[in-house]
């Protein structure tokens, strides 16, 4: 859908309202670095051109009113300025409202209302950051309207204080780091305690990646995913104990073999020793790409794919047999789940000249095991989030 057909569909919603400022926010794929972020450790993202459109007008009131052509049995749900609580009822329109509500903390001269109208192409559920994406249309669309002069850092930080405190997910800042500070055919690798980060060139050159989305929904609030952050909270505790560290992330592999005795529940220590090797898998991965060795970059996304499976157990049925016969296909350098996993979506690095074979083989031995399709998507690799113009639309 273009800008056209969006401001026509805006102009159709909200008929007393001007022309709107138009703004992409981009999904992101993890090409590494799995379930490390809320640990203290190295993730390796980059930002898709599939993401969310936010198109938006200010109001002369203090209303707030949201449309998404991707909800449209939901209507247009109506809040205040003076009123932004958490409604369940509200159900996406929670994660705008969490973002207005941080930075009307942060900077209170927000006095007007705004319509918002709202187009996703990231699937839903997919595991490709749609709420990080929406948080970040949001952030910057008001810091844009407002003239708010709000760091791109302090935006990105209060998109994860909405998945943590507003919606309540223990999730890292990967997702809103990468679709804020994403870069044109650079992935980011990113240290989730400090938060310094550095840009490696994607040279792919005969490859691509493929999203190859497995169609089962998977929503963080009501998975596993808590569970997790828990089990690495305890294994965490058993190490302080003996050790003076901060995160999981703090250790390399060496240390970790030489303690893990220290955590008592043989469980828990698998989900530990995943998330320190993982940490060190997504530093050789950027040297890897840094050196433009694909072969041994698609090599550690193989490995990274067999922790989440085996260690963290985060796969399940329908992420294994995308990758494992994604494995198999000729024309393929590496594959693995990305995202938090339980669905969701995994990615593949493959020939070019092999990609029509590649999805249509793996499909079939998807559908035959699973019972349905799964999809499968070709993304570029984008800037961050920012307000476009109709020439810079497709």
């Known amino acids: 859908m273009n800008i056209n057909d969006l401001q026509e569909k805006f ?25 490390t972020d809320y640990n203290g ?23 707030l009113r949201f449309y998404s052509l991707n909800f449209p049995s939901s209507g247009i749900i109506e809040c205040s300025l003076d ?46 950051s749609s709420s990080a994406s929406i948080e970040l249309a949001t952030g910057v669309l008001l810091d844009n309207l407002f003239d708010l002069s709000l760091e791109r850092l302090q935006i990105i930080q209060l998109g994860q204080k909405v998945e943590n405190e507003y919606i309540g997910v223990n999730s890292g800042i990967m997702d809103q780091f990468a679709v804020g500070q994403g ?24 490859y691509t990646i493929v999203i190859m989305n497995t169609n089962k929904r998977r929503t963080l609030a009501t998975s596993k995913y808590n569970e997790r952050s828990q089990e690495c909270r305890t294994a965490l505790s058993d190490l302080q104990l003996h050790l003076s560290i901060q995160h999981l992330g703090d250790l390399t592999t060496e240390e970790f073999d030489l303690n893990a005795h220290l ?15 993982e940490n060190n898998r997504t530093l050789q991965a950027y040297e890897a ?24 157990e985060v796969t399940g049925i329908e992420l294994d047999t995308l990758v494992e016969t994604a494995w198999e296909q000729p024309g393929v350098i590496g594959a693995r789940m ?21 999805t249509e083989a793996v499909n079939d031995v998807y559908l035959d095991k699973i019972g349905y399709d799964a999809s499968f998507y070709m993304p570029t690799i984008v800037d961050g989030a920012k307000k476009i113009t109709k020439e810079a639309a497709q």
């Open 11 to 35: 102009k159709g919603i909200f008929p007393d309202a001007g022309l709107p400022a138009v703004y992409f926010s981009p999904g992101r794929i993890n090409l590494i670095g799995e379930h």
């Open 41 to 63: 450790g190295y993730v390796f993202p980059a930002a898709i051109s599939l993401g969310t459109y936010a198109l938006a007008f200010k109001r002369q009131d203090r209303k």
């Open 83 to 128: 009123n932004l609580a958490y409604k369940a009822e509200d159900d996406w329109a929670n994660y705008p409202k969490g973002m207005i509500q941080y930075i009307i903390d942060t900077k209170s001269n927000i006095e007007e209302g705004l319509d918002i109208l709202f187009y996703g192409e990231i699937p839903n559920g997919a595991g490709l």
């Open 183 to 206: 870069k044109k055919d650079y992935a980011l690798l990113l240290n989730c305690q400090t938060l310094e980060y550095q840009y490696a060139p994607l040279h792919l050159e005969d």
């Open 263 to 277: 955590i008592e529940n043989s469980t828990v220590r698998r989900r530990a020793k995943h998330v320190v090797y």
């Open 289 to 312: 790409l840094e050196q433009n060795d694909l072969k041994q970059f698609g090599l550690l996304m193989n490995e990274s794919h067999l922790s989440l499976q085996y260690d963290y």
């Open 338 to 358: 990305t995202g938090a996993g339980f669905g969701g979506c995994a990615i593949a690095i493959v020939e070019k000249n092999s990609i029509s074979s590649f």
